[in-house]
Nanobody, 121 residues
């Protein structure tokens, strides 16, 4: 069993900052890509940022220069530092991890339950 739990969401004024965390736990042999998605009300879920096990990062254009994704492989944790937040960043933020489990050894994608970020204008 593998669980992914996000934390760090909340209410912030425009221009402010938040740091999201995502912890993966359970029967984990190795974690590959760790990603952050978000889903705003009435919109489809979109990929915000990704980070490979080696640290290669990608971002959706709308957050480049404002958000930074990082990870701690020893702690099975990924972070999303969000600066200069805008009202349009309001969404539920989800963590997704590519996990290789122990017994049995298999690869699967695991989603967290999401954490709400609200940016007021």
């Amino acid at each position: 069993q593998v669980q992914v739990v996000e934390s760090g969401g909340g209410l912030v004024q425009a221009g402010g900052s938040l740091r999201l965390s995502c912890l993966a736990s359970g029967s984990i042999l190795r974690i590959g890509s760790m990603d952050w998605y978000r889903q705003a009300p009435g919109k489809q879920r979109e990929l915000v940022a990704t980070i490979s096990r080696g640290g290669t990062t990608t971002y959706v254009d709308s957050v480049k220069g404002r958000f930074a994704i990082s990870r701690d492989n020893a702690k099975n944790t990924v972070y999303l530092q969000m600066n200069s937040l805008k009202p349009e960043d309001t969404a539920v933020y989800y963590c997704n991890c590519e996990v290789v489990t122990t017994t049995p050894v298999r690869s699967l994608e695991v989603w967290g339950q999401g954490t709400l970020v609200t940016v007021s204008s």
